[in-house]
């Protein structure tokens, strides 16, 4: 397809117009940004404070069980080597006193158990937890490493939002760190001897309840106010596509009426031109039949009428031909002061005899206070003729026509003209289109009428109205502003 052939294409078929749907992509896209947000927020929260608590945690083990080691070698293996001359925890004695001073030692603090470990086998020499003993392989990887002189932490834990659900089991967590437990007496440069490993054992679970809790809140509260500023910014593009949608609208609107603009002006040149074209041989149309009118009454007496049907039909194209010129050029309004009412007087005299043959009462009400106005009386004539003749046409069985003139009420010295018929009315639809130009329901009308005296009295810069009522008859109203 060549470019040329793409343009004839779309001015011939516009592409239906597809309106893009602000709302609906950010709403769904919005929802979605929005959730991801908020749990990738309080996830980072939560873990934040997890893995605080961790690090606390964990210092707190050091120092306790570094404390702890300290105690058990001052208090107790130091004392039983000097008493029994080697440590054997198997003696319950032995026994007894460790746990004496392992239970002095940690009275108070937020120690769940203390396990020692055999520094050559992973065995369990001692616990809290009395059942522990003796038991081999509990120690995992943190024990080698704390036999490597490395101190290490294992959390053991199981739980998650579902476990704060009533019902559900509790949820659980515990901080095992194991530091090796060394002889305190150095002998030169020689590292102290290890003698066992530390394991101390701190329950986290009320911790990680209450972190999971605060996640919990953290989830809950930011969701509201995501889906507050969710809803702000929803009714923010609603509007804004609300206002988007009316411009485009409007922008529709105005390309249309231009399009109109410019095909009624290329139809108002070539309407002129032809008008043009017509008016001069119409006029010679016209004195030729008035010529051949007067020979025929001699030549071939009783045919005049033939002549006389021509000089009529060529004074109504005429009539015509001039009312396109009037649409298709019209002309400025040459403005000078003047009484409306000469003109209301000077166009009802012309229709006078008009009027009695078609059994027509013309009543005349002109308020003869009225200031002068400054108006083109050419035109204003043309137009109120217009009028008066479409009142005219609208009663065929004859009736009353009413010519109006007074003051304007509360204008600055404007008047208003009414031009009322007793006629055939107009249906409440077609009053909208009257003014329209070649609107007409009559045979051998063009339409053009009203159209041309809504111009002139625009170009005055007065309006007109119309009311109208079906078998009743209709009112025209003029006001012409005094400028
Ligand atoms: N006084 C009236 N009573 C009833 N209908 C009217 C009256 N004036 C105008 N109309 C309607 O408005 C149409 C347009 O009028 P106009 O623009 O003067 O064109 P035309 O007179 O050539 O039809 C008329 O065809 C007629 O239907
Ligand atoms: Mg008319």
């Known amino acids: 397809m060549t470019p040329t052939e793409t343009k004839i294409a779309d001015t011939t078929t516009p ?20 959730l991801v947000c908020t749990l990738a927020l309080s996830w980072l929260i939560t873990n934040h404070a ?17 404390n702890l080691g300290h105690q058990v070698f001052q208090q107790f293996v130091v004392p039983t080597v000097l008493r029994y001359g080697k440590i054997a925890l198997r003696k319950p004695e032995q026994q007894q006193a460790l746990d004496k001073v392992v239970r002095d030692a940690t009275h108070g603090l937020r120690i769940q158990s203390v396990t020692i470990f055999d520094s050559r086998q992973n065995i369990v020499s001692y616990s809290t937890i009395k059942e522990r003993i003796g038991r081999t392989g509990l120690g995992g990887i943190e024990y080698q490493r704390a036999l490597e002189r490395q101190s290490s932490s294992r959390l053991n834990s199981r739980g998650t939002v579902l476990n704060l659900l009533p019902g559900a089991p509790k949820i659980f967590s515990e901080l095992h760190t194991f530091i090796p437990f060394v002889q305190r007496t150095t002998f030169g440069d020689r590292p102290s001897p290890i003698m066992g490993v530390i394991e101390v054992v701190q329950d986290l679970s009320e911790d990680a309840e209450e972190i999971i809790r605060f996640q919990v809140y953290v989830s809950a509260i930011l969701m509201v106010i995501m889906s507050g500023l969710f809803a702000v910014l929803r009714f923010i593009v609603a509007k804004a596509e609300r206002i988007i949608e009316n411009r485009a609208e409007e922008r529709r609107r105005l390309e249309e009426q231009l399009h109109q603009n410019e095909r009624l002006a290329t139809l108002g040149k070539m309407v002129a031109s032809v008008s043009h074209e017509i008016k001069n041989p119409l006029g010679i149309v016209r004195s030729t039949a008035e010529i051949l009118g007067k020979r025929l009454r001699s030549v071939a007496p009783g045919n005049e009428h033939l002549a006389a049907i021509i000089v009529e039909e060529t004074g109504r194209l005429d009539g015509i031909v001039r009312e396109f010129l009037d649409f298709a050029r019209p002309q400025v309004p040459k403005f000078a002061l003047a009484s409306v009412n000469d003109v209301l007087q000077k166009v009802s005299q012309f229709l006078e005899s008009d009027l009695e043959t078609h059994h027509i009462t013309l009543v ?25 003749m479409n009142g005219r046409q609208a009663m065929p069985e004859g009736g009353t026509l009413t010519l109006r003139s007074r003051r304007q009420k509360g204008g600055q010295g404007g008047v208003v003209v009414e031009v009322a018929d007793t006629g055939v009315g ?3 639809d077609k009053v909208a289109r009257i003014f329209t130009p070649f609107y007409t329901d009559k045979n051998r009308g063009t339409g053009l009428g009203l159209a041309i005296v809504q111009n002139i009295i625009e170009g005055h810069g007065g309006q007109i109205e119309v009311e109208s009522e079906e078998g009743r008859g209709t009112l025209f109203r ?5 400028r």
């Not at 997890?50 to 570094?66: D, I, P, W």
């Open 426 to 428: 107009i249906a409440p």
């Open 478 to 482: 003029v006001t012409l502003p005094r």
């Open 364 to 388: 005349r009400e002109l308020d003869s206070a009225l200031d002068p106005l400054s108006i083109d009386r050419e035109q204003l004539y043309r137009a109120f003729l217009n009028i008066l």
């Open 15 to 34: 592409p239906p117009f597809r309106p893009f749907r602000l709302v609906k992509f950010f709403s769904f896209t919005g929802l979605a940004v929005f």
């Open 50 to 66: 997890k893995r605080v608590l961790l690090e606390r945690s964990e210092a707190y083990s050091l120092v306790v069980a570094e």
